[in-house]
C-alpha cells in the first residue's frame, strides 16, 4: 500500500528557534498533502492543506506566517514551526490522499513529536 | 465550522465484551471513513462508507452508515487486547479536497 514518511520523528528544540518537518509520499505522487496537529489526548485537527506549485490553504485560526507550508514537489511537504513555543508542542502528522480520488483513503504519515522547551 | 460528534470518549470493556462507538452530524454526510490510532501512533484507515445504509464487516468490526446518511457506528464483536486504540471518525465536508475534519475519537481499553 500506499507509504507516507515523515521526519523527523520527534524534535526537541528551544523556544524561539524554527522546526523543519518534512513530509513525503514515498510510492506515489501527492499534488496534496494535508498537515494535522494532535495535542494530548484530544483529536487531529487540520492546521493546513499543501498544494503543490501553489500557496497553501490555512485553517481558521492557524497563523500562516507562524506554521510554513512548503509543497516543492510531488512528493514532498515540508512544514516549518517558526519562532516556535512551548506552546506549539504537539504531535504533527501528515497525510496524503489515495490517488484515485481525492476523497478516498487517506495515508498518514507517523508523525512528529515536538517539544519546545 | 463543521463538526462531527463522537460518543463516548472513553469505553472501558472486558475482553471478550462487545464495543460500539457513534459518530453523528447534523448535516448529510457525502462519506465518512474509520481511523484507528493505536497508543503512540498515527491514525490507520480502516474504512469508507458511502452509500445511505450501508453495513460492511472487517472480521470482528462492523461498520453502518446511517439512512440520512448523518450518523455511523463501529462495533466490535468480542473485544480482544489488540482492539486497544483510539477509534476516530472522519468526515469530508467538502472545500480543499480531501481534508477530513475527525471526531474526537472513543478510547477503547480492554482489560484481559
Known amino acids: 500500500g500506499a507509504v507516507v514518511s515523515q521526519h523527523p520523528s520527534w524534535v526537541i528544540c528551544k523556544s524561539g528557534t524554527s522546526v523543519k518537518i518534512e513530509c513525503r509520499s514515498l510510492?506515489?505522487?501527492?499534488?496534496?498533502m494535508f498537515w494535522y496537529r494532535q495535542f494530548p489526548k484530544q483529536s487531529l485537527m487540520l492546521m493546513a492543506t499543501?498544494?503543490?506549485?501553489?500557496?497553501?490553504?490555512?485553517e481558521q485560526g492557524v497563523e500562516k506566517d507562524k506554521f510554513l507550508i512548503n509543497h516543492a514537489s510531488l512528493t514532498l511537504s515540508t512544514l516549518t514551526v517558526t519562532s516556535a513555543h512551548p506552546e506549539d508542542s504537539s504531535f504533527y502528522i501528515c497525510s496524503a490522499p489515495g490517488e484515485i480520488r481525492a476523497t478516498d483513503t487517506q495515508y498518514f504519515g507517523p508523525g512528529t513529536r515536538l517539544t519546545v522547551l | 465550522g463543521q463538526q462531527v460528534m463522537q460518543i463516548p470518549q472513553y469505553q472501558h470493556v472486558q475482553e471478550g465484551e462487545d464495543f460500539t462507538t457513534y459518530c453523528n452530524s447534523s448535516?448529510?454526510?457525502?462519506?465518512i471513513q474509520w481511523y484507528k490510532q493505536r497508543p503512540g501512533g498515527h491514525p490507520v484507515f480502516l474504512i469508507q462508507?458511502?452509500?445511505?445504509?450501508e453495513v460492511k464487516k472487517q472480521k470482528r468490526l462492523t461498520f453502518q452508515f446511517g439512512e440520512a446518511k448523518k450518523n455511523s457506528s463501529l462495533h466490535i464483536t468480542a473485544t480482544q487486547t489488540t482492539d486497544v486504540g483510539t477509534y476516530f471518525c472522519?468526515?469530508?465536508?467538502?472545500?480543499?479536497?480531501?481534508?477530513?475534519?475527525f471526531g474526537k475519537g472513543t478510547k477503547l481499553s480492554v482489560k484481559p
Open positions: 462508507l458511502v452509500k445511505s445504509g
Open positions: 448535516t448529510t454526510l457525502s462519506n
Open positions: 510510492d506515489f505522487q501527492a499534488t496534496t
Open positions: 499543501s498544494n503543490e506549485g501553489s500557496k497553501a490553504t490555512y
Open positions: 472522519a468526515v469530508n465536508y467538502g472545500g480543499s479536497q480531501g481534508n477530513l475534519i
